[in-house]
């Protein structure tokens, strides 16, 4: 089974040279951590930065610039500022090639929950549900099944979703997966993790083939 | 022509109860805390502010919660902030959320004359509620329409005594689109300086869009995730 | 009866403290030269100037800065360069006060005709039919006819129309005329023009009423 | 990632006869002129152009008017070209004209994701013929839709290798839009520099939006009104 940093590091193995990626708060963020050396990945945060460095020493500090999980960072030689509007401009015309999500809820068609838990205090969708609706590549990363136990791989969302039939691939502590027509296509597992372990946690319709790799990190 | 005033109080005098205003900032980053102060000292009450976060307990426009002069927000995130919690159960609160694209997307539609434009954003979800939607290229979007604030107030980090205003890094974000939304424009600036001093080619937004600019002072610019590494 | 510069001037009559003003090619581009002493009035180029100034000296001309008419200008302390959508959004939210037009024909509710001839080769309507349909203020500096003598002030434009009942005031070599819900009405004359010269070389509705002052230049 | 290439005949290398072109420029300001020069040594054809302007008779669009390469102009003022008119009355070129504005705003609109917009330039008039209205606040509006080139061609002032671009003066006007509206965008700049030469905070044109980029040479920058003042 894999803890966050593994999900982060398999969901690293997508990035491919000169991609614009942007990440999400939590685990996506830590996908940044394990780009492969070499690799030109460029960081993009929707509150208006394009180029995104590491967390700055002290002495960097600068509470002008932030991503938008709103901690201090900074910027790498390239970078570029601009407005709410341009950021979301990226975003809406496919010029962002990869978006890794944190979410609640995901089903066998690709639809997302990842904003509301009715009776609890909505914070807001942020700019999920702009990314869910318009990126063309979407990887969730999530644990499998919540505190419960339960799966969070679903035939249908039971919170109110974020956007629909988007999401293409699942990465969780278990297992990847792809979202196909056919539901969840169970790609690689996590060491340690059997077929009938993943069966046995996703709600959906998973699609069994073949003899199933486990992930090499 | 004279837009400059001296101070935020005179430039949030014309403010009254039950405006509509834009506020700018993401987080607490590039907030116009001068003219947020200053509403708090008038005691304006009955706003409705579109500002993609409500600031926190003590800081931004959490501090106008705490004199409850807001209400209603409109916004993408509201984070968190227990007074606005509190607040919005007891119903004392209105709240709009709005995915953040199509929150500065219709900031700027106001800003362009552009009274409405259609958006993937929200498509399927509750969001949708309510609105028209469209097929184009295979692809389904929702009609979302302009603001229409009464005041946009801004901060920026330079400004001439014409109104062009310059941003710093990420506390740009929504400032330059609302900048250029509103009725009647406020901004603030670190800097103040004379025309011809900022760079024609360099100015994100045109004076023509400002109607009233003074030097801020004394900014804390808090930080809310205040991440470093060991360099 | 005035020419070209004594239209422009009279136009500059209209010009306020702290104006924005777009001067559209031809009449319109002479009121600059005669902005009162004192008065701070900005001039926007739709193609991206706000604080347009005069022409450069030999030594002064940039290739890479024109007005909307393609020549060759300077910029005022307080200018700005932007894009085009940019200096459209100006436009459209209203941000420009004055908006001054040359016009082959504008009709006696507003419409006006100045981007086409049927028959002659058509050169395209540039950002006339974005001014006019935006801008609050909308003057149009134009000859009262045409060469053979016909009045280019109708009850109905014979060309195709830039834009519905959008011009506000017509400023002629003959008379200065508001219109409103009943038609033209006559403001002014110019030096040497009389009330009947006015109402034979006028098509559309005029209203006369009281004693018409002459124009003060 | 490498976007740069070397010269101009590279970066047009994949376009092919029949591509729908979005060219930078207002008048011959601005214009990629080392790209046009590339398309009319390739001799690509039944090309379509969306640029404000067409050129003059030996410059610009014209040339590759000249040699009959494109089939349709999109543009809001097609200026003086003899050939052009020749090619128009014809019936070998097809035009479409389109307000000046709303051309902006549909470049815009591609480069933002946005399908579809409402826009108030042509109402009543010929340009509203097939288009849907519609009145908001009391105006009336047109539908208008985001453009779908399959390449924008721009010119820069400054660029680095990671594509982004800094435009001069007036020379910007269409370039920025066009750069953010293209599915693959070539920027041709007078001074191509490494990444982080450039200030972050002035750039025009973040490099995302940008696939391919080159240092153009021997730029002519004809000026089509020379007006000059005593001084």
Not at chain 1, 82 to 91: R, V
Not at chain 1, 187 to 193: I, Q
Not at chain 2, 42 to 47: E, I, R, Y
Request: with cysteine; glycine share 10%; net charge negative.
């Amino acid at each position: 089974m894999l803890d966050k940093n593994g999900i982060a590091k398999r969901i690293a193995q997508e990035l491919q040279d000169g991609y614009y990626v942007n990440l999400g708060i939590g685990v996506p963020t830590l996908v940044a951590n394990y780009i492969p050396e070499g690799m030109s990945v460029t960081l993009q945060s929707e509150n208006g930065l394009l180029g995104m460095g590491p967390f700055p020493t002290e002495a960097e500090v600068d509470a002008d610039l932030i991503n938008a999980g709103k901690q201090t960072v900074t910027t790498l030689p390239g970078s570029a500022f601009f407005d709410s509007a341009t950021s979301f401009s990226m975003i809406r015309s496919g010029r962002v090639d990869l978006t890794v999500l944190g979410a609640m809820e995901v089903n066998d068609r690709g639809d997302i929950a990842n904003w509301k838990i009715p009776g609890k205090m909505v914070k807001g969708m942020g700019g999920a549900m702009d990314l869910v609706a318009s990126a063309k590549n979407i990887i969730v990363a999530m644990m499998h099944t919540n505190k419960a136990g339960q799966s969070k791989l679903l035939k249908e969302c039971t919170l109110p979703i974020t956007g629909l039939n988007c999401v293409k691939k699942v990465v969780t502590n278990l297992c990847v997966m792809d979202i196909t027509n056919r539901g969840f296509e169970l790609r690689e597992l996590a060491p340690g993790v059997t077929v009938e372990m993943v069966k046995e946690a996703t709600e959906g319709r998973l699609v069994v083939e073949g003899n199933i790799p486990t992930m090499n990190l | 022509m004279n837009k400059v005033v001296e101070n935020a109080d005179q430039a949030v005098a014309s403010i009254s109860d039950n405006a509509v205003l834009m506020l700018g900032g993401f987080g607490l980053c590039g907030i116009p805390e001068n003219s947020i102060s200053a509403l708090v000292r008038k005691g304006v009450k009955g706003l409705t502010c579109i500002s993609n976060n409500a600031g926190v307990d003590d800081f931004g426009i959490g501090l106008m919660l705490q004199g409850k002069q807001v209400k209603k927000m409109v916004s993408s995130y509201v984070g968190e902030n227990a007074e606005f919690e509190r607040q919005l159960l007891s119903g004392e609160l209105e709240v709009e959320l709005i995915p953040q694209g199509t929150l500065a997307e219709r900031c700027r539609a106001a800003g362009a004359g552009v009274p409405a434009f259609f958006t993937p954003a929200g498509y399927g979800t509750e969001v949708a509620e309510g609105k028209e939607t469209r097929e184009f290229n295979g692809k389904m979007y929702l009609l979302e329409h302009a603001f229409d604030p009464d005041f946009a107030i801004v901060k920026a980090w330079k400004g001439d005594t014409d109104g062009n205003l310059i941003f710093k890094a990420t506390a740009r974000n929504f400032n330059p689109l609302m900048a250029m939304a509103g009725k009647h424009t406020i901004a603030e600036v670190e800097e103040l300086v004379e025309p011809g001093e900022l760079d024609p080619n360099f100015i994100h937004v045109p004076g023509i869009f400002v109607n009233t600019i003074f030097k801020g002072t004394d900014y804390e610019k808090r930080i809310e995730q205040r991440t470093v590494s060991a360099g």
